[in-house]
């Protein structure tokens, strides 16, 4: 793997670092095949909206913060994407939260639980941060899930108020949500089951989102759940947005 | 690589299939690694389209077939992607017309162009297709193109009238229409350069685009070029699907 050598101002410079991570992360081993697919996925979406955190993605991220704040058993989940791309950033934010985080991967082997937990172990390591990682030992299960993608644990995601899930898939949404959870997703498919399903969906990229949310706990931003936000209201204005690119 | 287990009756048949190919091709060593991210965000305008050939789209691919059929040198070329996404069936679409294919990859390395043809060479054999098989030793450069992507055959895309240039990048293609050719791209964004740039832009999936042209050569179809064609209305009709979709 090379050196990543763009210029920052190089007009694709944020997509071609993000490339260059997950490349990164793949011969490390944290990556399931479909990977790279679900990242391309991603960027058509993100091409769509502008390459821009929106004003409602802004409002969503706040109003998620703010019940990340207010939990009593906050959990932040990490998948192999997630970390490549917002590992750092989002221990950072457990940290300020208090809370641990969990790996939480769809196609979980241990192989890649395994390389996953020694990437981010390293940025802890690097950055001094001093955050809990779960995962590698699951004892618990998601109730109505079957095989290994019900696997998660006790002390984490089972026992969890108010969950962030980067990138779930939708049925393990779902079943969160019937577990009562306030479920928080970071899609940028404003129409997909897991940003419909989810209590709180923040449709942005989710570099942008963890750097948003770190900015926001640096600043001395008063951290107010929105009672007035409804999240298909939300979400519609994601679609909107990306219907006028279209219509324009 | 496993065997491909899916049921015909599974609702992401197609999608799970196309994917199932790509590791194939991977495995092989036939994609550049940005092929699976350049995959995934197709999915995503594929879904935005229905995932299925438009009519629009159908009027395009007739339009393109009849200019391919009435072209003195007709080209087909392929790459990475389009080799295993659709390899067979653009070889039977040459053969029929009687032109030749040729390889055009982006990021071009020998290793990779020797791949793609052993995995068309074993096709041919396996099917009893002739159709020749171009970009091995290219000996003729795309004006205005710089670096390894200029490269091409003087039998082949030089000397083309008419090119069929499935998934271009959009410096390509432009050069391609200045140097006067008919340019027909395969696209699944409406938006993307390639698509406004070129002559013909049919906006589907590459696979279903292959199927589509090789069922018209298969029955009476009368093929005639489409003289009120106009590629601009035909690509914003594609526009319309997606917007039309993110608006109900």
Do not use: W
């Amino acid at each position: 793997m090379g050196e990543f050598t763009a210029d920052e101002s190089h007009p694709r410079y944020n997509s071609l670092l993000s490339r260059h991570k997950l490349e990164i992360a793949a011969s490390k081993g944290m990556l399931a095949d479909s990977a790279m697919i679900a990242h391309g996925r991603g960027e058509a979406f993100d091409y769509l909206l502008g390459e821009e955190s929106s004003n409602n993605a802004i409002i969503a991220t706040k109003n998620a913060l703010a019940h990340l704040n207010a939990a009593k058993r906050p959990i932040i989940t990490i998948n192999g994407n997630t970390a490549a791309l917002a590992g750092k950033e989002l221990m950072q934010i457990a940290e300020a939260l208090n809370c641990p985080i969990e790996i939480n991967i769809f196609y979980r082997t241990e192989k890649r639980i395994s390389a996953i937990i020694e990437h981010l172990e390293a940025i802890k390591t690097e950055h001094g941060i001093t955050t809990k990682i779960l995962g590698e030992k699951p004892d618990a299960k998601i109730p109505g899930l079957e095989g290994p993608r019900a696997n998660c644990c006790h002390e984490g995601i089972f026992s969890s108020d108010v969950i962030l899930v980067p990138l779930e898939d939708g049925d393990r949404c779902e079943a969160l949500v019937k577990m009562g959870k306030t479920v928080i997703v970071v899609d940028l498919n404003p129409m997909s089951r897991s940003a419909k399903m989810a209590s709180i969906t923040i449709v942005d990229e989710i570099s942008r989102v963890a750097k948003n949310m770190i900015d926001l706990i640096e600043s001395d931003y008063k951290n107010e759940i929105d009672i007035d936000f409804v999240n298909k209201k939300n979400l519609q204005k994601s679609i909107n947005i990306i219907a006028a690119n279209y219509m324009s």
